[in-house]
């Protein structure tokens, strides 16, 4: 399973877009990219999955280079409520059941 | 929308008792996957059913196993618990034409 690099750590304040940057050399052709969102003492969250190019849901908007070698997860207009810590994975193929590998996430404070 | 539903959510429990977490996974979702996660870690990966088989093995401990049941529910039983197994258990399932995990809200354990 490819290894994930984040920051540990940003900061923003309310109304800003937030971007996360997660690198992922040693990518796999089948694998996707999927972030996750944890607030304290609950499970994690799913934001948004993406295999290359650009996916955009209702919260989040993943990007993806042509390489995959990396990702970046653009979360618009970011409120209080969006402070949490955030996940970049890499792994798993269509039609596989594959254990997710957790890296140390970026823990985002938005201030007010 | 029906969730992952884990029980119980908090428990305690002493030193070399035993503990059995329950995951009930969302409706046709046929895989379910434990994760721990210690105070201030990430989650990590311990176990995983599919169709009712084990599917993939994690840093589970000898002391823990877990089956999945033929309505697709999970238990993990914990036996001669230690201090250190003191964590938030959570469950994510995934299925139906999807390999995208959703959690449960975790439960948490203390072993005194």
């Known amino acids: 399973l490819a290894k994930t690099t984040q920051p540990i750590s940003m900061d923003s304040y309310e109304g800003q877009e937030v971007n996360i940057t997660c690198s992922h050399n040693n990518i796999a052709t089948n694998d996707y990219i999927t972030w996750y969102q944890q607030f304290p003492s609950q499970g994690p969250r799913f934001i948004i999955q993406?295999?290359?190019t650009k996916v955009t849901n209702e919260v989040a908007s993943l990007f993806i280079p042509a390489d995959r070698k990396s990702s970046t997860l653009s979360l618009p207009r970011v409120s209080l409520s969006d402070t949490a810590v955030y996940y970049c994975l890499v792994g798993g193929s269509s039609g596989g059941y594959n254990k997710l590998i957790f890296g140390a996430g970026t823990r985002l404070a938005v201030h007010p | 929308a029906a969730g992952v539903i884990q029980s119980p959510r908090h428990l305690i429990k002493e030193k070399r008792e035993t503990a059995t977490l329950k995951c009930y996974p969302i409706p046709r979702h046929d895989t379910v996957y434990w994760y721990q996660q210690g105070p201030g870690q990430d989650p990590q990966f311990l176990i995983s059913?599919?169709?009712?088989?084990?599917?993939d093995k994690g840093s589970i401990p000898d002391r823990f196993s877990a089956q999945q049941f033929s309505d697709y529910h999970s238990e993990l039983n914990m036996s001669s618990l230690e201090l250190g197994d003191s964590a938030l258990y959570f469950c994510a399932s995934s299925g139906d034409g999807q390999e995208t995990q959703y959690f449960g809200p975790g439960t948490r354990l203390l072993v005194l």
């Open positions: 059913f599919y169709e009712k088989m084990q599917s």
């Open positions: 993406g295999y290359k």
